[in-house]
């Protein structure tokens, strides 16, 4: 895939990259150690400093960074002006709370003194996917930076220019320099990367085929990875739920994103008894929603992030028909009235239903405006549905009796449950997935553990 920015609304190649050569990426390899030696002294104070002057800049220019990521991705302004607020957030609370997530640990034993210190690692590489093109790496990037280590970031080739901005923002925000770099290079090149004895550990979200990739080169060479991959997260919805508000936060999760975002509510799984209702509320709200100029305030939907995930939908839901699945709404490519996004990468609002449990879509993942629906009769057969899945990332549940909902704390296979409201993810909460989801956490403070080295210490 070449290095470039496509308007998504408009098909319009925007702006081409040359990939770094190998010299050029050698170069930064060694910036990056020099830098290290370094940087892993710097007090946290001074760290902290320098990320609290990222969100000021962050904070200051989310109008510039908003348009950005539209234009490169497809998301509406709007989320993207949230986006750029939540990277603020973040940085913010690394600033302030790592120095407690990392200070010295005492334990007492029959040692004089004994210990846990938390030291960082190095040069920490970073794969991270175009839907969240800010928000992923300031997830990582936060923690990392706050532990001392430094950090190339081998972003999604679509959004070069969304990655050379986040190197600019630290740069400005005076991290010294290799601290923090991007690497214009293709996915090709990552193997390269973890082999290379100064990459000491890395970080992916993405699909399922880069997780297994960058495991297995990362395995061979005995290196920490944390993958957070794909998800076909379950939305339950059981009769004592209140239906209004589980269907208005049903589309808002569905359609987060466009529709490209791991943890969307992707398989709503709702009890008989309040099946047909559900289903009603669904599409009205469905038909409700306003697909064309992510630039425009009013728009809910704006184009999918390339030509080719546009197709892979479309074939997925003509799949899903093929194999006796039902279209209640949308099923096809959407033309907008505006004739200037006539080229463009947008997609119907669409709902499924009459899935049988042999049709493969059933346990695949949509990334884009497409939602599946599932009747069941009783609280049994929805938990054991949401777990007939290869993923495991995150679940969000309705219901307002207390049992039901331990029942579904306990039960559900994932990362996370919401109950009673949407997934989302939190600074102060660890973010991550069980199975094909991947393994590891980000945020909170078992995120910032996850790039150091827990030494014991032990002294007599």
């Known amino acids: 895939m070449a290095i470039a920015t496509i308007n998504p609304a408009t098909g319009e190649l925007v702006q081409q990259f040359e990939p770094l050569s190998d010299a050029e990426v050698t170069a930064k390899l060694d910036l990056a150690e020099e830098a290290f030696a370094d940087y892993r002294l710097t007090s946290f104070e001074l760290k902290s400093n320098f990320l609290n002057a990222a969100a ?30 939540k990277c603020a957030i973040v940085c913010r609370y690394y600033a302030e709370s790592a120095p407690g997530f990392l200070a010295d ?40 930076l706050m532990a001392g ?25 005076g991290f010294p320099q290799g601290v923090f770099q991007t690497l214009l290079v293709g996915a090709a090149k990552v193997k390269d990367l973890i082999n290379d004895h100064r990459v000491m550990a890395a970080t992916l979200t993405g699909s ?40 208005t936060t049903a589309v808002a999760s569905r359609m987060l994103n466009n529709g490209q975002s791991c943890i969307a509510a992707k398989r709503f799984i709702v009890e008989d008894a309040i099946a047909s209702q559900f289903e009603q509320l669904l599409l009205e709200k469905f038909q409700n929603l306003k697909v064309g100029d992510p630039m425009l305030p009013d728009t809910d939907i704006g184009p999918l992030a390339t030509a080719n995930i546009l197709q892979e939908i479309d074939q997925q839901v003509q799949n899903a028909v093929n194999k006796g699945a039902k279209v ?44 599946m629906l599932f009747p069941v009769p009783d609280i049994d057969a929805a ?15 309705w219901t307002t009796d207390s049992h ?19 997934v ?27 790039f150091v080295n827990i030494k014991t210490v032990w002294v007599k």
Not at 153 to 167: D, F, G, M, T
Not at 424 to 450: A, N
Request: net charge negative; aromatic share 8%.
């Open 56 to 85: 000021d800049i962050l904070e200051q220019e989310k109008a510039d960074f908003a348009k950005l990521m539209t234009l490169e991705m497809g998301k509406t302004y709007k989320s993207a002006i949230a986006e750029v607020e």
């Open 105 to 144: 640990s005492y334990v007492e034993t029959d040692a004089t003194k004994s210990y846990i210190k938390y030291q960082p690692l190095g040069i920490i590489l970073a794969v991270m996917p175009w839907n969240f093109p800010f928000w992923q790496v300031f997830r990582f990037a936060a923690p990392a």
């Open 149 to 173: 280590n430094v950090g190339l970031l081998k972003h999604a080739s679509n959004v070069p220019q969304c990655a050379l901005a986040i190197e600019d923002i630290f740069h400005r925000a």
């Open 208 to 247: 399922e085929p880069a997780g297994m990739s960058l495991a297995s080169a990362a395995g061979n060479q005995i290196k920490k990875v944390v993958l957070e991959l794909g998800g076909s997260d379950p939305f339950i919805v059981l009769a004592s739920a209140d239906l209004e508000v589980a269907a």
């Open 328 to 371: 209640l709404i949308g099923g096809s490519t959407a033309t907008c009235e505006d004739a200037s996004l006539a080229k463009g990468n947008f997609y119907s609002p669409t709902i499924i239903s009459n899935i049988s449990p042999d049709n493969p879509v059933a346990k695949e993942e949509f990334f884009g405006p497409v939602a």
């Open 383 to 397: 938990i054991k549905l949401a777990n007939d899945t290869p993923f495991g990332l995150a679940a969000s549940a």
């Open 404 to 422: 039901q909902q331990q029942r579904l704390i306990n039960e559900i296979e994932a990362g996370a449950v919401f109950i009673n409201t949407m």
């Open 424 to 450: 989302k993810s939190d600074p102060r909460l660890p973010f991550g997935g069980i199975k094909r989801s991947g393994y590891g956490r980000e945020l909170s403070i078992q995120g910032i553990h996850e």
